[in-house]
């Protein structure tokens, strides 16, 4: 199986590139709709890399696949810039999962 990039810049992708992974560079949401599909439609994808961008700017639509689609595994990973996440974001959600606080 294969991994798959869908990014929001440049950066990112060609650092994914220079390891071997396939990827696409998009910007708007019909962008990312349409790569969102060809991926569902390859079966070869294995793991499917998103830039957390695209869970934020874009949530109804990443967890939409996230959500009812098995294969492939959506992984959200930081890009150039690090990432959009709180430092204690752990420690929130394990808060907000089993209601004590740690």
């Known amino acids: 199986m294969k991994m798959y990039l869908i990014s929001d810049n440049i950066d990112t992708w060609t650092g994914m590139r220079l390891a071997g992974v396939e990827g696409a560079v998009v910007h708007e949401k019909e962008e990312l709709k349409a790569e969102l599909d060809?991926?569902?439609?390859?079966?070869?994808?294995?793991?499917?890399?998103?830039?957390?961008?695209?869970?934020?700017?874009?949530?109804?639509?990443?967890?939409?696949?996230?959500?009812?689609?098995?294969?492939?595994?959506?992984?959200?990973?930081?890009?150039?810039?690090?990432?959009?996440r709180k430092p204690d974001f752990i420690t929130a959600y394990v808060n907000e999962a089993i209601g004590l606080k740690l």
């Open 38 to 84: 060809k991926v569902l439609a390859d079966k070869t994808i294995g793991i499917v890399l998103l830039t957390e961008k695209f869970g934020r700017k874009f949530p109804e639509l990443v967890n939409e696949v996230k959500l009812n689609h098995r294969q492939p595994l959506f992984v959200e990973i930081p890009d150039r810039h690090g990432t959009g």
